[in-house]
């Protein structure tokens, strides 16, 4: 095994919806196109580019949503993104997502993060710590090669990652939304919600729009995430995050 996969690490910043495997997409992709909702070879081609644009990786966000639209798909792509991050060595993780409502498949943000959860218990490689304080007094080779090893998770013989959930406030969304989104972190933080996030394409919303649900967070002692500075006219309006000290 090269030896920057075997180091253990941490990983701070992971989008559910930008974390899937490509062999997942292209089969949820092939699935669509067989029903005829979507052209495959023309998301094959998306999905395929590197070296993407800013705008380019907005417009494939919009495309995996269109793929991940489902309760059983979250929860699939959710076990599969920690499985794939714990094979990596990954022993703490901060997973972002943003919970979505669809009415066609009758979901809504809180079932949405029910599918995210379903996702951890579903993990069969690793053993998902999502409550207890992070022990990594345990030698790191502990984490990896857990069998046999008294720092192994209750005898499992597993390997074990930590796995904190941030819920995102997309840009797109409306004050009352990403209030609806914090008040859900709230009610999950029993189950490893520990802040919020902000992030969506960076020219699109403003500021304002999301303070009031930001300060909020902060007053219940939520911590927070903020995307900023990723194209020059949206960095100018940075220092005014501040206000919210994230
Ligand atoms: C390039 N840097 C970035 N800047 C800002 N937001 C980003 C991002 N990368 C990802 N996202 C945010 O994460 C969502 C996908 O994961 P979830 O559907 O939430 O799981 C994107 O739709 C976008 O809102």
Redesign the pocket.
């Known amino acids: 095994m090269d030896w920057w996969v075997s180091m253990p690490k941490v990983e701070l910043h992971a989008?559910?919806?930008?974390s899937i495997r490509d062999s997942t997409l292209m089969e949820l992709a092939r699935e669509l196109g067989n029903r005829g909702l979507v052209h495959f070879p023309d998301v094959e081609r998306v999905i395929l580019k590197h070296d993407r644009s800013?705008t380019e990786?907005?417009k494939m966000?919009d495309l995996?949503?269109i793929l991940t639209t489902d309760h059983e798909t979250v929860t699939r792509i959710t076990k599969e993104v920690i499985e794939d991050f714990a094979a990596e060595n990954v022993v703490y993780l901060e997973l972002?997502?943003?919970p979505?409502k669809n009415v066609s498949k009758g979901m809504n943000k809180k079932s949405y993060m029910e599918a995210v959860l379903e996702g951890l218990r579903a993990v069969s490689t690793v053993e998902v710590d999502i409550f207890s304080e992070p022990n990594f007094d345990c030698p790191a080779s502990a984490a990896i090669y857990a069998r046999n090893n008294e720092c192994a998770s209750n005898g499992t013989g597993k390997k074990k990652i930590y796995v904190r959930l941030l819920l995102?406030i997309?840009r797109r969304e409306t004050t009352e939304a990403a209030m609806e989104t914090v008040k859900l972190a709230l009610e999950m933080r029993h189950l490893g919600v520990v802040g919020i996030d902000l992030?969506?394409?960076?020219i699109i919303g403003e500021w304002l729009t999301f303070l009031p649900a930001l300060e909020f967070a902060k007053e219940q002692g939520l911590l927070i995430t903020l995307?900023c500075g990723?194209v020059h006219l949206a960095s100018l309006v940075c220092p005014a995050f501040f206000s919210v000290t994230p």
Do not use: A, Q, Y
Not at 15 to 18: E, I, K, S, V
Not at 199 to 202: A, C, E, F, K
């Open positions: 989008h559910l919806n930008g800013l990786v907005f966000f995996i949503h972002r997502t943003t979505k995102s997309d992030s969506g394409n960076p995307h990723e």
